[in-house]
């Protein structure tokens, strides 16, 4: 839940008027608008510290508070952030990975690799604090029970990035799908901040096939 709306939501619980809130904060009646309908910037931590005390939050209620003033008023810079990585990363994917086949007996056996990404639902930024890792190992340990060999595993704060290599013959859209909807299920279970979703995930998600590393020569099956 955004900030602003977090803001209503609290003060409206309280019987707390915008004018009130002016008062106590020692601000006018106009930021106390912008900030809850306008989606202003987040006050720093010394405004939204009274704030969660007037709010009489709960110590988990605070966290989330606090937590969703520092996204959004780092958005800018996380923003730039993600780009970087994401850079980085589509830059070294086909150096980095593994040969995408497996011998067997006399025989090599083909397998395809696949970058898969997909967001959460609304790309909210909900994978925080403990979700991430949980999401991390739902996902990781979903991927081994599939019969897949996961290569790489990139959680952000609303999106995931996986590498995964699985037979030619796999219908890699039945996979994908199963593993969103399972992994979204166990979170939802696992968190109560999770289980008002529908499901954790977007809809849709993004496959590319990734070739192997240049100047490999595979024989044939």
């Known amino acids: 839940m955004a900030f602003n709306d977090l803001f209503k939501k609290y003060r409206l619980r309280q019987n707390l008027t915008k004018l ?5 904060l020692e601000k006018t009646d106009g930021y106390i608008r912008k900030v809850e ?4 910037t987040p006050p720093q931590y010394s405004i939204c510290k009274k ?3 007037i709010f009489e939050l709960t110590e988990e209620e605070e966290g989330a508070f606090y937590e969703e003033a520092l996204i959004e008023r780092l958005k800018d810079d996380y923003d730039l952030y993600k780009k970087v990585r994401r850079s980085l990363i589509l830059d070294n ?3 980095d990975l593994p040969v995408s086949h497996s011998h067997k007996g006399e025989n090599y056996v083909t397998k395809c690799t696949y970058l898969v990404t997909w967001a959460t639902s609304l790309k909210k930024e909900i994978l925080i604090k403990g979700i991430e890792q949980e999401s991390h190992r ?3 340990e979903l991927v081994k029970e599939f019969g897949h060999t996961l290569q790489y595993l990139n959680i952000s704060i609303n999106e995931v990035r996986i590498v995964l290599d699985m037979s030619p013959k796999t219908n890699i859209h039945d996979h994908v799908e199963e593993l969103k909807e399972v992994s979204s299920r166990k979170l939802r279970k696992e968190y109560d901040e999770l289980s008002h979703l529908p499901s954790v995930w977007e809809n849709s998600y993004e496959i590319y096939t990734v ?6 020569d595979f024989k044939n099956q």
């Open 93 to 95: 994917l086909v150096i």
């Open 138 to 140: 739902v996902i990781a």
């Open 20 to 24: 009130g809130i002016a008062k106590y």
């Open 211 to 216: 070739g192997n590393p240049k100047g490999l």
């Open 51 to 53: 704030l969660a005390d």
């Open 37 to 40: 309908n306008q989606g202003y």
